[in-house]
């Protein structure tokens, strides 16, 4: 089969979902991608993908509403997959190619089409009512033109039922690493580490973090880490001075410090379904996670950690999991065992695989790798 990816994000947690996507299903991948060089450079990202993986660059995709170039990339868009010869499948991933990309199926009469938000648009914590209606409105109008909606979670999925969108799910997924005798080892109770990895954005909600630590601030033993980069503003926020912020590290960087660590936090305000928890999930870290879209699918109060709304909330569910240590190594064990069972990327690339065959009447045909 033959997919065509098309992504006006072409960094942080969406490439990253495509990038699994080529890898574990056994299609022909072309991805379609904008750029964000205040994140990275689509170079750089491409560079991550495995062989076999042909790009196009949309020069005219951009992330804010700008009408004017807008309707440039729509036509470039169309343009771009006019040209492409015996396409099965088109995946749009996110709000601005799923509009772009829907509008422009439309107009070419192509129905084979998927559209993946990875993070509503009108869950967003950061934009004003007038905004977020308007994003309902887009997303209302796309529905009706082309293709149908699978989200990344079942809270996701929820929140566009909720809007009338008739839509399915598919969980993001990750590979699973294998875990070292030392990560399977209770550790010393000398430092409490807490950590979280993403970049320091309004969406990550540095302020509650902050506020969290800054309660723990006369407790030498108690530390958080926050592996990551982001603005300078954003940035200043963490000035609690038991916060560590690493920058960016390699892979292999990060899941030796997640794995060192005690507890996970994630204090976002809107997610889809997040690929920074579903990987401190593999590698059996207790949870603590706010109370949002793509968040709560994650945890399990009492199971594999615990969600929160609050600050108070947050700070309670700490102390208790340094006094209550047998437990939390439980729910450490329980979080491997969960993301064994729903999050492994090689159970999601085979419902992925089944979608596109059963899109491109080619179920017959249908291999896995």
Request: aromatic share 8%; glycine share 6%.
């Amino acid at each position: 089969m033959k997919v065509v990816h098309v992504v006006e994000c072409f960094a942080a947690g969406t490439a990253h979902f495509i990038n699994l996507l080529t890898q574990y299903t056994s299609c022909e991948h072309i991805v379609i991608h904008g750029e964000r060089v205040d994140e990275a450079s689509a170079e750089a990202v491409k560079a991550k993908f495995p062989e076999g993986v042909s790009f196009i660059h949309w020069q005219h995709a951009q992330r804010e509403i700008r009408p004017g170039q807008d309707i440039k990339a729509l036509k470039e868009l169309i343009h771009i997959l006019k040209n492409i010869q015996g396409i099965d499948v088109i995946h749009l991933h996110s709000s601005k190619a799923g509009f772009l990309g829907r509008a422009a199926c439309f107009l070419l009469g192509k129905k084979q089409v998927i559209y993946t938000p990875n993070g509503a648009p009108f869950a967003r914590a950061d934009v004003s009512p007038k905004k977020k209606s308007l994003y309902i409105l887009l997303e209302k109008m796309a529905n009706k033109l082309s293709g149908q909606v699978v989200c990344c979670s079942p809270s996701e999925a929820h929140s566009y039922e909720e809007l009338g969108i008739k839509t399915t799910y598919i969980n993001n997924g990750t590979a699973l690493p294998a875990l070292s005798p030392a990560t399977l080892t209770a550790k010393p109770e000398k430092t409490f580490t807490i950590v979280t990895c993403g970049r320091v954005t309004e969406q990550k909600n540095p302020a509650l973090f902050n506020e969290i630590a800054a309660s723990f601030v006369q407790q030498q033993d108690v530390k958080f880490v926050w592996i990551g980069e982001g603005e300078k503003e954003q940035r200043a926020i963490l000035n609690a001075a038991n916060i560590s912020i690493t920058g960016w590290l390699s892979k292999a960087e990060v899941e030796s410090s997640v794995s060192a660590s005690d507890l996970y936090l994630s204090t976002s305000l809107w997610e889809g379904l997040p690929f920074s928890v579903l990987e401190a999930l593999s590698l059996g870290k207790c949870l603590l996670l706010s109370d949002c879209v793509g968040n709560k699918d994650l945890v399990k109060d009492g199971y594999n950690g615990f969600s929160f709304l609050t600050a108070t909330e947050a700070i309670g569910k700490i102390q208790w999991l340094m006094q209550n240590r047998e437990a939390l190594r439980q729910m450490e064990k329980h979080s491997r065992e969960w993301s064994e069972r729903e999050f492994d990327i090689q159970i999601v690339s085979r419902q992925y695989q089944h979608l596109y065959a059963q899109l491109a009447g080619k179920e017959h045909e249908l291999t896995v790798l």
